[in-house]
């Protein structure tokens, strides 16, 4: 059965400094892997995805993620983080053959001024 | 403006009393979700839909109902809603699901609370 998994409840930058939010799935098939931001009292708002090809993955607010195959992870970066970054940073995994999409319990980020 | 609308933003109810929670897109979007939000838990799938007349059960569909009569409405409907369905509901959509891969669009939410 396919799996994500979010090893950090929260994570604590410093504005201005690189951030990192880690995220490892497990699918029998392909993975399709996403990353979806919630601020407060909104629903989730789509980030990035990859599908195929590159492995580095831009998408908005200046987010880019990385796909590593052969450690089944789909990490959430950025080089400067800003204090409008703080959220709740959900990854999640569909498997190309299957209707379902499974999220990770997510991250919280909180970055410091 | 593309969106998914939920309604109520809040509702607070009794035990055993039918509430339906109404959800509506407007991008003419195939595919339609329900979704749970429990702290330590984050998002547990309820129900899904792949189009009009079709409907699936999620992870968590115990306790729970929806209907997909037209294409743009997902009502959740809970017959006798119960103190351990008091969480925060997402209602989600995306364009032809299957193959595109296209992205969710999900609502505010609907913040139940059961006594």
């Known amino acids: 059965a396919q799996s994500v998994a979010q090893p950090e409840d929260q994570v604590n930058v410093a504005e201005g400094n690189p951030l990192t939010v880690k995220c490892t799935y497990s699918?029998?098939?392909?993975?399709?892997l996403f990353w979806y931001v919630q601020y407060p009292n909104r629903g989730l708002q789509f980030l990035l995805k990859?599908?195929?090809?590159?492995?580095l993955v831009k998408g908005s607010y200046g987010f880019e993620a990385e796909f590593n195959k052969s450690q089944t992870s789909f990490h959430l970066k950025k080089p400067s983080a800003l204090v409008s970054d703080s959220a709740l940073y959900f990854c999640?995994?569909?498997?190309?053959?299957?209707?379902?999409?499974?999220f990770g319990k997510g991250t919280r980020l909180h970055i410091l001024p | 403006e593309a969106q998914v609308t939920q309604n109520p933003r809040y509702l607070i109810t009794v035990t055993g009393k039918k509430l339906t929670v109404t959800c509506s897109q407007n991008?003419?979007?195939?595919?339609m979700s329900w979704y749970r939000q429990d702290p330590g838990l984050g998002l547990r799938q309820i129900y899904y839909?792949?189009?009009?007349?079709?409907?699936d059960k999620g992870d968590v569909p115990e306790g729970y109902k929806v209907s997909r009569k037209e294409k743009r409405n997902f009502p959740l409907i809970l017959e006798s809603p119960s103190p351990n369905q008091t969480s925060l509901y997402f209602c989600?959509?995306?364009?032809?699901?299957?193959?595109?891969?296209?992205?969710?669009?999900f609502g505010n939410g609907t913040r139940l609370t059961v006594t």
């Open positions: 839909s792949m189009n009009v007349e079709v409907t």
């Open positions: 999640a995994v569909r498997d190309y053959r299957d209707d379902k999409i499974i």
């Open positions: 991008m003419n979007h195939e595919y």
């Open positions: 990859y599908i195929t090809g590159d492995n």
């Open positions: 989600a959509s995306s364009s032809s699901h299957r193959g595109l891969n296209s992205p969710l669009h």
């Open positions: 699918v029998s098939g392909n993975p399709y």
